[in-house]
């Protein structure tokens, strides 16, 4: 009965939480970077309280700043 009605027998929609990159929060990752332009995103995403994938889109997408590889 459940599988046809909802098409799946799982209870509820999981979702994951979505962080938001707010200009204050990019102002603070420019200032890091500025300081130490050298830093890891994994170093940027621990001292921001920020996800890995969330300090890389910053970076590329947002302050248009590219690491090397």
Do not use: C, W
Not at 17 to 24: A, C, E, K, N, S
């Amino acid at each position: 009965k459940r599988f046809r009605s909802k098409g799946s027998v799982l209870d509820v929609d999981k979702q994951r939480i979505r962080t938001v990159l707010t200009p204050g929060k990019l102002d603070n990752i420019k200032i890091s970077l500025g300081q130490t332009p050298d830093k890891s995103l994994r170093k940027l995403q621990l001292e921001q309280g920020i996800f890995y994938g969330s300090a890389h889109q910053a970076m590329r997408h947002h302050l248009k700043i590219y690491p090397y590889r």
